[in-house]
């Protein structure tokens, strides 16, 4: 690169800062929108996603069975083998996969009161 491309024509390099070609005036560049992740978990609710992580974490250590009741009634017992951010993988008479929306709530096997 030569030393003419960042000079100005007098040499100076103060007035080259001035010489860059100013944008279009007529036509305005609309600003940016901001992105957002779709999946991002509000910062009020982390708290409760870790103590989910957490109990999940410790059922499948454990090897817990467990019955998942749905949201429409249907349950399902088995022990979980792994979770993702939407999902469950319960492992009971078959290999289900199952996703977390789903669920309307979840106990061990042999919990007393159920």
Not at 47 to 65: C, G, S, V
């Amino acid at each position: 690169m030569s030393s003419r491309a960042i000079l100005s024509p007098a040499g100076n390099p103060r007035d080259a800062r001035t010489n860059w070609p100013q944008p279009h005036t007529g036509r305005s560049i609309p600003a940016p929108v901001p992105f957002r992740f779709p999946a991002r978990i509000a910062e009020d609710t982390v708290p409760l996603h870790h103590a989910e992580l957490f109990y999940l974490q410790k059922q499948i250590q454990a090897q817990t069975p467990m019955v998942i009741v749905m949201e429409d009634g249907e349950r399902i017992e088995g022990c979980i083998e792994w979770y993702d951010r939407n999902t469950l993988k319960v492992r009971g008479q078959a290999k289900t996969l199952v996703y977390k929306a789903a669920i309307k709530y979840m106990y061990k096997v042999g919990d007393p009161g159920r």
